[in-house]
């Protein structure tokens, strides 16, 4: 009996110990990093750098030709800069009025599209794709011969009905619900798709309890929908946050940041100074101020539409 458990226990020792392997070639150690190294050194180039010396330049202001170091200056000057302020006025309105609109507007969307009482679905979820995959300056193009105060399509149905021709893109009101109505186009299709994704994620059996419970159509989208899709719209929404906050081709396009800087945003403005003053320095402070905006919005959206457990 001990003869047949000995080498039973023999094995379980044997299998306990601990086996040394050789160490492997340095090549071989070092094959991964040879593998993301050329990654690295793009994103070096391209991004870290490029960032890096664009706060360099927030420091220092070309005087005669010559790059002086002048500190925070930029930075201060932007206090006391009112066109800097009109240019943040400007996108914080949008960004107040044309972004949560244009959210609701795609929740509507979304929920149609998930509807099996819509027909055709896949073909009105592509139509109202569509638009985004349009390039950006493309569309504003279209857009600036639309709203065309002389020639315009627009115009000229208005007139065939018997209304007044609007001065779209002349008009400092009109000009900002001009570019309001661009951008909606242009991403109202985006959001939806991904609010739908959501959508179609969220259970049917929430949906038949809240039946169950009595619950119409409005109360569960109040209590199921809504609920469901909160993952979604803090991520539309900080997207679109972004997007406006930095937002430059549609109103450099429509109506170059005019008339009377009515449509003049943050983007317009540092591209003014910056290729158009070839004031760089002071270009960079307002992309750095920019930055830390967009950080702190994002910050705040995070903690109020996002996971609170």
Do not use: C
Not at 206 to 223: I, Q, T
Not at 265 to 292: E, K, P, R
């Amino acid at each position: 009996m001990t003869a047949l458990i000995s080498p039973t226990r023999e094995e379980a020792r044997a299998s306990g110990r601990k086996r040394t392997r050789p160490p492997r070639p340095l090549a071989r150690r070092l094959a991964p990093y040879a593998f993301v190294l050329p990654a690295l050194l793009l994103f070096a180039v391209f991004k870290i750098y490029p960032i890096g010396w664009s706060f360099l330049l927030s420091l220092h202001k070309t005087v005669e030709g010559v790059d002086t170091f002048v500190g925070a200056d930029n930075y201060t000057r932007l206090v006391d800069d009112p066109l800097f302020w009109t240019a943040l006025r400007n996108t914080t309105v949008i960004l107040v009025v044309q972004v949560p609109l244009m959210l609701a507007l795609a929740t509507g969307l979304a929920v149609a599209f998930d509807s099996a009482l819509l027909r055709g679905r896949p073909v009105f979820r592509l139509g109202f794709f569509m638009p985004m995959i349009t390039g950006l300056v493309a569309y504003g193009l279209i857009f600036s011969v639309l709203l065309n105060e002389e020639y315009g399509l627009v115009n000229w149905l208005l007139g065939w009905v018997g209304i007044d021709e609007v001065p779209w893109l002349v008009d400092p009101l009109w000009a900002k619900i001009s570019l309001g109505l661009a951008l909606t186009w242009h991403y109202t299709g985006y959001n939806a798709m991904i609010l739908l994704a959501r959508l179609q994620a969220i259970p049917a059996e929430l949906y038949d309890a809240a039946s169950v419970d009595g619950a119409g159509p409005w109360k569960s989208f109040l209590h199921v929908t809504l609920p469901g899709l909160r993952p979604a719209i803090l991520l539309t929404t900080v997207l679109s946050t972004i997007g406006t906050l930095q937002i430059f081709d549609e109103p450099y396009i429509l109506t170059h940041g005019g008339p009377d800087n009515a449509t003049l945003t943050i983007g317009v403005y540092l591209y003014q100074n910056a290729f158009v003053y070839f004031d760089f320095g002071y270009a960079s402070a307002i992309a750095y101020a920019l930055a830390v905006l967009i950080g702190i919005l994002g910050l705040i959206q995070f903690r109020f539409l996002g996971d609170r457990k």
